[in-house]
């Protein structure tokens, strides 16, 4: 195996052991036992499944909501040998969207004038600017991260309109 072969292997630590090459490069220096496991990994034969599958536990963090989750598709894939899907930092769960939009739909018709909208459980308390502001900025951040431009989006303010009259 290649300098570079090892390199783009160290590499699936990055998450881990820092974000740079030189920052795994010194964790596998220091710790013997990831030096093993990543020696097993370089030098063994392994399965392609289970490159696959060791590829998929890279892409989730413990900090993310559907770690557990992740941890027993995981467990799951290891016992069929079949690689699946892991929900990672920066990849959006589609039950986790639905439950956004069924949130956010009606925060974005009280911005635009609904005063009671199906579905809204907070009392906001009196319509403000600054409140309607906020929630139409929330909409707004969930859609980009969500990169769904069909996301609920409230139509206030119109383009052109004089917040501070």
């Known amino acids: ?4 072969d090892r390199t783009q292997r160290l590499r699936q630590w990055y998450n881990v052991y ?14 013997a036992r990831l030096q093993h496991l990543l020696d097993v990994e370089l030098d063994g034969d392994i399965p392609e499944e289970a490159l696959k599958i060791r590829d998929l536990m ?9 770690c557990l989750q992740n941890v027993d598709n995981l467990v799951q894939m290891i016992a069929t040998m079949r690689p699946s899907r892991v929900i990672a930092c920066g990849e959006n769960d589609p039950a986790i969207a639905e439950r956004l939009r069924e949130t956010m ?12 909208p199906e579905g809204l459980d907070t009392d906001l308390g009196p319509r403000t ?7 139409a900025c929330m909409c707004k951040m969930i859609a980009e991260q969500l990169h769904d431009p069909g ?4 139509r206030w303010p119109e383009e052109g309109a004089d917040l501070n009259h």
């Open 58 to 66: 890279t892409r989730f963090e413990t900090c993310h909501q559907s």
């Open 129 to 135: 600017d600054a409140k309607r502001w906020l929630l």
């Open 105 to 116: 739909a009606p925060l974005a018709a009280w911005v635009d004038g609904v005063d009671h």
């Open 151 to 154: 996301f609920p989006q409230p």
């Open 18 to 31: 820092g974000w740079t090459d030189a920052a795994c490069a010194s964790a596998v220096a220091a710790d």
């Open 1 to 4: 195996m290649t300098v570079d």
